[in-house]
């Protein structure tokens, strides 16, 4: 591989020409790598879109623009050239606008302004940088092209403060160690708008993430930074001390380390192995490959996707028969203009072959607030034309639902429906469809012997087994069973009302899990297994239940065997009919 290794900064040179890494860091935090990752190395000019990030939040945009222009120079990156007339380099990416910009850091809270910036980095990189001074007071002792270039600023008042401190701060800055993988980080942080993907902080705002993008992408390969946005497509900054990091916004972070350069400064290695990446993975910017997934993930109705309500065999019916007039669409990715206008063509068309509609937003990432008018306008249309519809999981946009709900309330129009998961949203539907069509099932009280458990027992077994159980009842909306509770040695046999079994997420939030009506059981396997409770049971409605304890069930084996093989028999078809009936329900 051609290319000499860096010998103008004298400590560069001593690198070894071999030392190759490459890292991957993706916009959710996941680290692939391969080779020298963990060398570290100076950060060298992978610095200046840092440091004019830091200084675009530390004083704002327009007051950064007095001091440096955007415009490409097409020139090397330690030209001499400044904007005839204003003086201003002409972007930050060359030396002339990083050391302005590192001029424009004030310590604000730290000693010195350096530390301001290596705290920066660190948030980027995810753990605490520091810098080489071996590097450092080689370029300081060296870097007289850099002090003229900052006596000129000076001159020019581009920048105020004395020319040492300044040139000081920037080799130093330049002289940060980092290794292949904090790179790949740094690059990940800025295609994740600015959100580290691994520490989950937020380093940047979106809008100045977008401003560093832009500048990277028309300068951040000096002069030859036109050539590699035509041949690899992605904003990016290259070091002198071999590192190269590029960024595919709201996807990934690519870092190459390879310490030999090629006229322009830029890694060999780095921007071959940049260009076959892009090639082979199809991630230039402006590739048509590049089209976000479609909106829509999948179409349900109620015939192929049910809760987990379990319906009496009249209600099945009924789903059967008008489940096709229910609409799921499961949204995904990142919806903006274009994706909302597209969902908005897809399922207006159906507002009269539908009576329901459901948004399922579980899969989405992020939403567009420009969407907010184009949703509003779909649930209205699709109001009007006599169909219900509702959100599931919009919570996890909570910008998103806030505006929604404010631009319902300006319009004066009810706010939508919206239910914690789909599941609930497909009771929902369901129920409606079951009013709409046919007559809702009167909730059917039974007796011990219409009930499941008892199924092949004769009278006098039925009559032995009552003798042994307890009958109880819970008002809607009582726990039966929190999930916390332990040697509970006791089983329902429910004979009227509903009930549903929630799991406590780690966020607090609970997921229904699983509902029982009258001829099912609860608790036997708590009962059969130490008695520990694993989800939290509540009555939907009114609960009737007989109520057998393991020390009745120990009394009733020695009394009449047969009848405990037969009650276990049953338990366990039961089970069996439950665990065929989740194929039929969501997730
Ligand atoms: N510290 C180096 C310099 O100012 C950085 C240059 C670079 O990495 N392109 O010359």
């Known amino acids: 591989m051609s290319g000499e290794v860096a010998s103008y900064i004298p400590e560069l040179a001593t690198a070894d020409p071999g030392w190759f890494g490459i890292s ?12 020298d990752t963990r060398r570290e190395f100076t950060i060298q000019s992978i610095s200046k879109p840092l440091t004019f990030a830091l200084a675009l939040e530390a004083i704002g945009g327009e007051e950064v623009r007095k001091h440096v222009d955007v415009e490409p120079s097409g020139e090397a990156f330690n030209s001499i050239t400044l904007q005839p007339g204003t003086g201003r380099p002409l972007n930050p990416m060359v030396n002339a606008g990083a050391i302005a910009t590192t001029s424009l850091i004030e310590p604000l809270g730290f000693d010195q302004p350096i530390d301001r910036i290596l705290n920066e980095y660190s948030a980027f990189a995810g753990r605490d940088l520091s810098v080489d001074e071996a590097v450092f007071s080689s370029e300081n002792e060296t870097g007289h092209r850099n002090r003229a270039i900052a006596h000129l600023l000076r ?52 809008d100045t993430v977008r401003n560093v993008l832009s500048v990277m992408a028309s300068c951040g390969m000096y002069d030859s930074a036109g050539d590699w946005l035509y041949s690899v497509g992605l904003p990016a900054k290259s070091g002198v001390a071999g590192g190269i990091i590029a960024v595919l916004p709201g996807q990934l972070g690519i870092a190459v380390y390879s310490p030999p350069l090629d006229p322009h400064g830029n890694s060999v290695r780095g921007v071959k192995v940049c260009e076959d990446i892009s090639d082979e993975l199809h991630l230039h910017v402006m590739s048509p490959a590049r089209r976000p997934p479609p909106p829509v993930r999948v179409e349900r109705s109620c015939l192929n996707s049910r809760s987990k309500r379990l319906r009496s065999q009249n209600e099945q019916k009924i789903l059967a028969k008008y489940g096709h007039r229910v609409k799921v669409l499961e949204l995904q990715g990142e919806l903006s203009f274009a994706a909302g206008e597209l969902i908005t063509s897809s399922a207006l068309n159906r507002a009269d072959e539908t009576d329901f509609a459901v948004l399922d937003f579980n899969a989405v990432r992020a939403i567009d607030l420009i969407d907010v008018p184009i949703f509003s306008h779909l649930v209205e249309s699709y109001e009007e034309a006599g169909g219900e519809i509702a959100f599931s999981d919009i919570d996890r946009h909570p910008l998103f639902a806030e505006a929604f709900s404010r631009h319902r309330d300006e319009d004066g129009v009810h706010p939508v ?36 458990a008892t199924i092949g027992m004769s009278p006098d077994q039925i ?77 939907d409605t009114r609960v009737a239940a007989y109520v057998l304890e393991s020390g009745d069930l120990e009394a009733l084996r020695g009394a009449d065997p047969a009848l405990v093989a037969i009650l276990f028999e049953n338990l366990l078809r039961m089970m069996a009919i439950r665990a065929s009936n989740l194929r039929n329900t969501v997730h």
Request: aromatic letters at 6%; proline letters at 2%; one cysteine or more.
């Open 417 to 452: 429906r919206s239910f914690a998961d789909l599941d609930l949203a497909l009771e929902w539907c369901e129920h409606g469809l079951i009013e709409k069509y046919g007559d809702l099932d009167p909730d059917p009280e039974l007796s011990l012997a219409q009930h499941a």
């Open 24 to 35: 991957m860091v993706t916009a959710d935090g996941s680290v692939y790598e391969v080779g």
């Open 155 to 206: 001159n020019a008042e581009v920048v105020d403060h004395e020319v040492e401190e300044i040139v000081e701060t920037y080799f130093r800055q330049c002289a940060t160690l980092v290794d292949c993988r904090d790179l790949a980080t740094i690059a990940a942080t800025l295609a994740s708008t600015g959100v580290n993907p691994v520490t989950k902080e937020r380093v940047l705002r979106e």
């Open 463 to 539: 009559a032995l087994l009552a003798k042994h159980l307890d009958y109880r009842e819970y008002e809607a909306g009582e726990v039966i069973y929190e999930a916390s509770e332990t040697r509970v040695h006791e089983m329902l046999l429910v004979t009227a009302g509903k009930i549903s079994i929630l799991l406590r997420s780690d966020d607090g939030s609970h997921r229904r899990v699983a509902t029982l009506s009258p001829g099912m059981t609860l608790g036997e396997v708590a009962m059969l297994n130490n008695g520990d409770r694993i989800g939290t049971s509540v009555a």
